[in-house]
């Protein structure tokens, strides 16, 4: 074939298609080339190909110096060499300089044993540095409620810059400063708090090394765990259980829901509850809210639509910084997380007869933001959740009281917050939370029952941007869902453009891929079929739970009978909704 | 210029300016206009003459008498005696500094003899304000040549066949970059001028913009025509004023006398030019960091390929050449590829434009063919080193380039051979060191300029030129071991071999090439605490010499420190621990009794 190239690498013939790097074309035959700054996210149409560390350098003959594999494309009849002792030579120099601007604090570093380049450290064997220069980069670090920037220890690989810039579309991260004082900063270095950075995490997400992580609240949970008046309630969101298996060694995508209620209860909670409730009660509010505005549309109104879904937090931050003129269209609902919150610290300490102050709610999720969505609401200086714990740092906690989750048996989540429907579980994946709303929006709407609760359409995408045409009885729905801020961006411009594809209902997620893919989730070191087998896993749970509709839960219909009355009740209202607004950021 | 009998140029480049050329004219057309010759004497503010040593320069036409060193009081007597009485004011004239004699004929002078004036063929002939002075010398008459005699592919053969190399510093064929962006179709390609001068002391594309602007205007033109490009950019650094005043002045001249705009000259081509600032980094002198500026983006180089000729400004097909390769471009077709291929040697075709610094007599702008020798740069055109010292070595091609020895004076200087040698033609630096100068002094200062100038995106030059810089700084502060020479070597062949771009990857050669010719000298340094040419003041020790010292006790009075004791008529002494090494003893001593070594 024409289009196919051959070359030989370290005696191996390839071929590969035109256009191929000569790290692609040595994955093929099973050579491995270690890299640092390349990261392809193809799936999500990221390529991270700054070649700027320049780790993967091989030799290629009738070249006079050495050529970056993941940047160079491989040419007819190409030789290279990805092994010889200069090629060796060089990584190492290259490596050591990289070593000696970076602190050797790995004891205490957050990214330790995740990280990169420590990796690479061990792989060469790096036993002293023989560069003996002195100066090391020093910058101020810069903590915010989600996210600690520690860029001492960047190593300028840009991945960071390139997932918000060009995957999120945020612009909050860019490269400032030239030669040794370069590094990847925010606008007018401003901390990330004062900038348009939504928390969403995607840049800790692909970090490799410990200059970007999550801002951890491990011990602060332990504290509280230890305090004995307080009561310490913990809910966990539907993604965590697809991922938190992958830290203790089992297969992306298994579910440990059971043993991780198991493991929370050993550690000490005092209630085990499940966020998966509190998306019920979403459901609940945010779908009376479609119908509401799809009524109202229907009967010629003037309703802002479509409604947009406003579970995720960094996608909240994200259209209150970018787009100020489009508030009024997302729904006013609450995310899962603080609805949760909410009720914990009113119907369930009233039925505990307990103040609110003496209950302490920690939230365990696969995102970055809620730290930050964490500190927004608040009731008489008490944060509805007081604490939002990754789950990265959930497994951390299990690990550091000697348990293996493996090795734990599976129990239930403690009632009444712990029931949930089918429809819930699915919120951790792009699409699921627009389903779990028709699921309940179609029955309420058409008075029948939904026989089929698995939305094919809407199910087939990954990834990306998506436009789906739902009937509701006589009604077509047209239904947007994106996941990666980029995308949202899409489709935001699209609404703001006039909504040409009479889009009613926008589900978005800032993630690519949804929640599984969060911020806070264990690092998939650009692995994106871990993604894919979590989203499934979600999937799985759902088809296994004998409720699936939100409206069906039956500690969801006790919450109104008991306390909101109905749905966009004053009082669901007052727990349950939220306002927006606009932040001018740089 | 028919009816006018005699032509003053003064010259109007940045530097003659800052000596107050400007009043200089003022104050001669004022006095031609007292002495009622206004008719018959023109005054004009040219490019620069390119002797900047003796500046400011006036010269006067037809006789080609050249003054030196002028004054605006001058203008007074250079009127009343030459202009009005014709008789030449000895004391302005360039004094011959071997023969003592004043020379009043420009063409006698050993500083233009040799020289050979392609690029610079109407710096200083012309005021570059006024097109029409451009188009008198056979300006513009290259562009339509090539707009009604030749096909834009034999355009392309032509500048092939000349020989033309690029100008910037690598060197590259310049009709074959024009071949591969003309090969690459797109609905819109761009010509690029890269006039983004950066190496220290380097300033040839700045004194052709601002003498001879239009130049680069008709060959970027040829060049759209060329490679099908409807849209020119001239990439310039803001610290450029005058350039830019002069390049802005002559694009709207050319669009005034329709040379640039819609249908150039009848002809179905069309072709424009804008101006974009460069933000003052050295980097953005690098093709693809220079395109990643003009978009507006951080100015980073990024991997090649793909080439600009493929995805350059926008993406688009791009054809970035320098100012100086552009300069060259009308002449080809002025004179025929034939003749600018018969100039220079083998592979290095035409001339070479050099910015002549440093220790040497004759300091200034110089244009030689291609293989003339160092020697003859150096002593016939330069006049020798200043002082009479010793020549120790020159340094070619600015940051990236490197330095050369006694060895390589008769070197016929072209692209291959400077790089066989360890240097690069770079943009044409050429700083010149005597005996005093210490080498890895001079490594260091460049080190120190990379590291600066390095934009830090890749590993190598962002980390290794710091280390560099930091192990040539122990070494020059007596700190430095035999382990800091073997280190110095190790990351510069690294750096050379991993570095992303030019920049990075020529940074070590200042290191490597001083290294090369000079490793005695490192090692005096690391091995023996000595700095043999005495600049390291770490490394230096001041004494007295009793046999010369006659007791005067000016260096105990000077002294900041009072490290230095002694009797009345008695040889003094320096207390070493107590020294600070100013200098200020040796420099106050009447009898020379006072050494550092």
Same mark, same amino acid.
């Given at each position: 074939m024409s289009n196919m190239i051959n070359i030989t690498i370290d005696g191996k013939k390839v071929q590969v298609p035109a256009g191929s790097t000569i790290?692609?074309?040595?994955?093929?035959?099973?050579?491995? %080339?270690?890299?640092?700054?390349?990261?392809?996210?193809?799936? %999500?149409?990221?390529?991270?190909?700054?070649?700027?560390?320049?780790?993967?350098?091989?030799?290629?003959?009738? @070249?006079?110096?050495?050529?970056?594999?993941?940047?160079?494309?491989?040419?007819?009849?190409?030789?290279?060499?990805?092994?010889?002792l200069k090629v060796m030579e060089a990584r190492r120099t290259v490596l050591e300089l990289m070593l000696s601007d970076h602190p050797k604090d790995c004891l205490t570093c957050a990214k330790s044993g995740e990280c990169e380049l420590q990796d690479l450290a061990e792989l060469f064997n790096i036993r002293n540095i023989r560069v003996s220069g002195t100066s090391m980069s020093t910058y101020k670090k810069d903590i915010s409620p989600s996210i600690i920037r520690d860029m001492d220890k960047c190593i300028m690989c840009r991945r960071c810059e390139t997932m918000c810039n060009q995957v999120q579309t945020v612009g909050a991260l860019s490269a400032v400063n030239r030669g040794f004082d370069a590094v990847v900063a925010t606008s007018f270095e401003a901390p990330l708090n004062e900038t348009v950075c939504t928390y969403c995490g995607q840049c800790v997400q692909v970090c490799p090394v410990g200059a970007l992580t999550?801002?951890?609240?491990?011990?602060?949970?332990?504290?509280?765990?230890? *305090?004995?008046?307080?009561?310490?309630?913990?809910?966990?969101?539907?993604?965590?259980?697809?991922?938190?298996?992958?830290?203790?060694?089992?297969?992306?995508?298994?579910?440990?829901?059971?043993?991780?209620?198991?493991?929370?209860?050993?550690?000490?909670?005092?209630?085990?509850?499940?966020?998966?409730?509190?998306?019920?009660?979403?459901?609940?509010?945010e779908a009376t809210e479609l119908v509401d505005r799809l009524t109202r549309h229907l009967n010629g109104e003037d309703v802002p639509l479509p409604l947009l879904t406003s579970c995720c937090p960094a996608w909240v931050n994200f259209i209150e910084s970018q787009y100020p003129?489009?508030?009024?269209?997302?729904?006013?609902a609450r995310s899962p997380q603080q609805m949760f919150g909410a009720i914990a610290k009113s119907y369930f300490a009233e039925k505990l007869g307990v103040r609110r102050d003496q209950m302490v709610v920690v939230s365990v999720m696969p995102c970055l933001a809620k730290k930050y969505e964490a500190t927004k609401f608040e009731d008489d200086n008490n944060q509805d959740?007081?604490?939002?714990?990754?789950?990265?740092?959930?497994?951390?906690? %299990?690990? @550091?009281?000697?348990?293996?989750?493996?090795?734990?048996?599976?129990?239930?989540?403690? *009632?009444p917050l712990g029931e949930s429907s089918g429809a819930a579980v699915i919120f951790g994946k792009t699409g699921g939370v627009i389903e779990a709303a028709l699921r309940t929006a179609y029955e309420w709407v058409t008075g029948e029952t939904l026989e089929?609760?698995?939305?094919?359409?809407? @199910?087939?995408?990954? $990834?990306?941007?998506?436009?789906?045409?739902?009937?509701?009885?006589?009604?077509?729905?047209?239904?947007?869902?994106?996941?990666?801020?980029?995308?949202?961006?899409?489709?935001?411009?699209?609404?703001?453009?006039?909504?040409?594809?009479?889009?009613?209902?926008?589900?978005?997620?800032?993630?690519?891929?949804?929640?599984?893919?969060?911020?806070?989730?264990? $690092?998939?070191?650009?692995?994106?079929?871990? %993604?894919?087998?979590?989203?499934?896993?979600?999937?799985?749970?759902?088809?296994?739970?004998?409720?699936?509709?939100?409206?069906?839960?039956?500690?969801?219909?006790?919450?109104?009978?008991?306390?909101?009355?109905?749905p966009n009740s004053e009082k669901a209202h007052h727990l349950l909704h939220t306002q927006y607004t606009a932040k001018e950021r740089v | 210029?028919? &009816?006018?009998?005699?032509?003053?140029?003064?010259?109007?480049?940045? /530097?003659?300016?800052?000596?107050?050329?400007?009043?200089?004219? #003022?104050?001669?057309?004022?006095?031609?206009?007292?002495? /009622?010759?206004?008719?018959?004497?023109?005054?004009?503010?040219?490019?620069?003459?390119?002797f900047c040593e003796k500046g400011p320069i006036v010269k006067i036409l037809p006789d080609n008498t050249f003054y030196t060193q002028v004054k605006p009081e001058d203008a007074k007597e250079i009127v009343a005696e030459h202009i009005v009485k014709g008789r030449k004011v000895e004391r302005l004239l360039y004094m011959d500094p071997e023969k003592e004699q004043h020379i009043s004929d420009a063409k006698h002078m050993d500083f233009y003899k040799k020289q050979m004036r392609v690029a610079l063929r109407n710096?200083?002939?012309? #005021?570059? &304000?006024?097109?029409?002075?451009?188009?008198?010398? &056979?300006?513009?008459?290259?562009?339509?040549?090539?707009?009604?005699?030749?096909?834009?592919?034999?355009?392309?053969?032509?500048?092939?066949?000349?020989?033309?190399?690029?100008?910037?510093?690598?060197?590259?064929?310049?009709?074959?970059?024009?071949?591969?962006?003309?090969?690459? #179709?797109? #609905?819109?390609?761009?010509?690029?001028?890269?006039a983004d001068e950066g190496d220290p002391g380097a300033f040839m594309d700045r004194s052709i913009l601002e003498g001879d602007p239009h130049s680069i205007v008709e060959a970027m033109a040829i060049c759209g025509y060329a490679i099908g490009a409807s849209q020119g950019r001239v990439y310039i650094r803001a610290e450029y004023p005058l350039a830019i005043k002069r390049l802005e002045n002559a694009i709207s001249s050319a669009r005034e006398y329709g040379l640039l705009g819609d249908n150039i000259l009848g002809s179905d081509f069309s072709f424009d030019i804008e101006i974009t600032f460069g933000a003052g980094a050295f980097v953005c002198g690098e093709e693809t960091a220079l395109l990643r500026s003009m978009e507006g983006n951080r100015g980073e180089p990024t991997t090649k390929p793909p080439f600009p000729a493929e995805h350059g400004y926008w993406n688009k097909p791009t054809n970035v050449n320098n100012v100086e390769t552009f300069a060259n471009v009308p002449v080809i077709f002025l004179k025929g590829a034939d003749w600018f291929n018969k100039i220079g040697t083998?592979?290095?075709?035409?001339?070479?434009?050099?910015?002549?610094?440093?220790?040497?007599?004759?300091?200034?702008?110089?244009?030689?063919?291609?293989?003339?020798?160092?020697?003859?740069?150096?002593? &016939?055109?330069? /006049?020798g080193i200043k002082n009479g010292k010793k020549f120790k070595a020159v340094q070619t091609g600015g940051p990236s380039g490197g330095c050369l020895t006694e060895k390589d004076l008769d070197t016929p200087i072209d692209f291959d051979n400077l790089v066989a040698r360890g240097s690069m033609m770079g943009s044409g630096g050429m700083i010149v060191m005597d005996e005093d100068d210490c080498m890895p002094s001079v490594a260091r200062f460049y080190l120190e300029f990379t590291e600066e100038e390095s934009c830090g995106k890749c590993t190598p030059c962002r980390i290794g030129t710091k280390r560099l810089s930091e192990l040539l700084k122990d070494i020059t502060q007596g700190k430095g071991t035999e382990e800091h020479v073997k280190e110095l070597k190790r990351i510069s062949q690294v750096i050379k071999d991993t570095a992303l771009c030019g920049l990075g990857q020529t940074a070590p050669n200042p290191v490597l090439s001083t290294l090369a010719a000079f490793e005695d000298e490192y090692m005096a340094h690391v091995k023996e605490g000595r700095c043999p040419a005495g600049k390291c003041t770490a490394l230096l020790k001041f004494f007295i010499e009793a046999d010369k010292c006659k007791g005067c006790t000016l260096c105990a009075r000077n002294c900041p420190v009072g490290a230095i004791s002694g009797e009345v008529r008695k040889p003094h002494a320096i207390d070493q621990e107590k020294c600070i090494k100013c200098g200020a003893c040796m420099d106050r001593c009447k009898f020379g009794a006072i050494v550092k070594h």
């Open positions: 790290l692609q074309a040595a994955q093929t035959v099973g050579i491995h %080339i270690p890299t640092l700054c390349h990261l392809d996210l193809h799936d %999500i149409k990221m390529v991270n190909q700054t070649a700027s560390c320049r780790i993967c350098v091989v030799e290629v003959e009738g @070249r006079r110096n050495l050529a970056p594999a993941c940047a160079t494309p491989v040419a007819e009849g190409m030789v290279v060499h990805s092994n010889t999550e801002h951890d609240s491990t011990w602060e949970v332990v504290e509280a765990l230890n *305090d004995p008046d307080k009561i310490v309630v913990v809910q966990t969101a539907p993604a965590v259980r697809a991922a938190l298996g992958e830290e203790f060694g089992l297969e992306p995508g298994s579910l440990v829901t059971g043993q991780m209620a198991a493991a929370l209860r050993r550690l000490g909670f005092d209630y085990v509850f499940d966020t998966d409730f509190a998306a019920d009660l979403t459901i609940m509010e003129e489009l508030l009024d269209i997302p729904s006013s959740v007081d604490y939002s714990i990754s789950t990265r740092e959930l497994a951390n906690l %299990i690990k @550091r009281m000697n348990m293996d989750l493996k090795e734990l048996p599976e129990e239930d989540f403690d *009632d089929n609760v698995e939305f094919e359409d809407i @199910r087939s995408t990954s $990834y990306g941007l998506k436009v789906a045409h739902i009937k509701v009885g006589d009604l077509t729905l047209n239904i947007g869902i994106s996941s990666g801020l980029g995308n949202a961006r899409a489709l935001l411009e699209e609404i703001k453009a006039g909504n040409p594809n009479n889009l009613h209902a926008i589900e978005i997620m800032a993630c690519p891929g949804g929640c599984v893919n969060g911020g806070g989730q264990p $690092y998939a070191h650009g692995d994106m079929k871990k %993604i894919q087998a979590r989203q499934a896993a979600l999937y799985r749970e759902d088809c296994g739970k004998p409720i699936r509709k939100s409206h069906e839960n039956p500690s969801i219909k006790k919450l109104y009978e008991e306390y909101l009355v109905k | 210029m028919a &009816d006018t009998k005699m032509h003053v140029l003064v010259c109007g480049g940045t /530097g003659c300016l800052s000596s107050n050329s400007s009043d200089i004219v #003022d104050n001669l057309i004022a006095e031609i206009k007292a002495a /009622g010759m206004e008719d018959e004497v023109k005054v004009l503010k040219t490019g620069c003459f390119g710096c200083g002939f012309i #005021d570059p &304000d006024n097109i029409e002075e451009y188009i008198g010398r &056979d300006g513009y008459q290259a562009l339509a040549k090539c707009l009604t005699e030749f096909t834009p592919e034999q355009v392309i053969e032509e500048v092939k066949k000349s020989g033309l190399r690029g100008r910037g510093g690598a060197g590259f064929p310049t009709g074959l970059k024009w071949q591969l962006a003309r090969a690459n #179709d797109a #609905d819109q390609k761009y010509v690029v001028c890269n083998e592979k290095s075709k035409g001339t070479k434009v050099f910015a002549l610094a440093g220790k040497i007599n004759n300091v200034g702008l110089i244009e030689v063919p291609m293989g003339t020798t160092l020697r003859e740069v150096i002593y &016939d055109i330069g /006049g």
